[in-house]
T-cell receptor, first 112, second 118 residues
């Protein structure tokens, strides 16, 4: 059974204080690992997809990396508007698009 | 390009009733997936439709069903509602061909339908 574990569950940082969120996964044949951001009362917003170990992607203050067992979302010099729940999901290998298996998320608060 | 739209945004029902939720995918996307999000369980996969056929199904009871129309719009139905069905129901669309680049499987979510069962 595919499993995704995110840590920490919650993280409070000061504005400008860099940190990393962790996503550990167990999946039978990784097709893709996805990072989403979700604001309260809204649907998840797509951030990144990573397909193979060693891959890295960046967007503004966010950088996602992938190994064979885990992914990290690095947040550099965060701002209050980066406050949100960050969700990690995996998609197992197979034909076509299969359902995503999500972690419970990391609730990130950036204080001014 | 317009995003994924879901209607209605909010719904209140009582136990035993049934409900139908609607999702319009991004133009050109052929796959629609449905997810249930609750505080306790997080986001859980319900089912996925591609070209009007259910291609994948999560671990939910048969009270949860769906369908997809020829224009890729999708509906999900929940019959005999229970209190535990209260949740945010999310729809996601993707290109999701069986061939082509991996980016075809990137799923884009709608705003969700908040269902409250009393």
């Amino acid at each position: 059974e595919d499993q995704v574990t995110q840590s920490p569950e919650a993280l409070r940082l000061q504005e400008g204080e860099s940190s990393s969120l962790n996503c550990s996964y167990t999946v039978s044949g990784l097709r893709g690992l996805f990072w989403y951001r979700q604001d309260p009362g809204k649907g998840p917003e797509f951030l990144f997809t990573l397909y193979s170990a060693g891959e890295e992607k960046e967007k503004e203050r966010l950088k996602a990396t992938l190994t064979k067992k885990e992914s990290f979302l690095h947040i550099t010099a965060p701002k209050p508007e980066d406050s949100a729940t960050y969700l990690c999901a995996v998609q197992a290998g197979g034909g076509g698009a299969d359902g995503l298996t999500f972690g419970k998320g990391t609730h990130l608060i950036i204080q001014p | 390009k317009a995003g994924v739209t879901q209607t209605p945004r909010y719904l209140i029902k009582t136990r035993g009733q049934q409900v139908t939720l609607s999702c319009s995918p991004i133009s050109g996307h052929r796959s629609v997936s449905w997810y249930q999000q609750t505080p306790g369980q997080g986001l859980q996969f319900l089912f996925e439709y591609f070209s009007e056929t259910q291609r994948n199904k999560g671990n939910f009871p048969g009270r949860f069903s769906g369908r997809q129309f020829s224009n890729s719009r999708s509906e999900m139905n929940v019959s005999t509602l229970e209190l535990g069905d209260s949740a945010l129901y999310l729809c996601a669309s993707s290109l999701a061909g069986t061939s082509g680049p991996n980016s075809y499987n990137e799923q884009f979510f709608g705003p969700g339908t908040r269902l409250t069962v009393l």
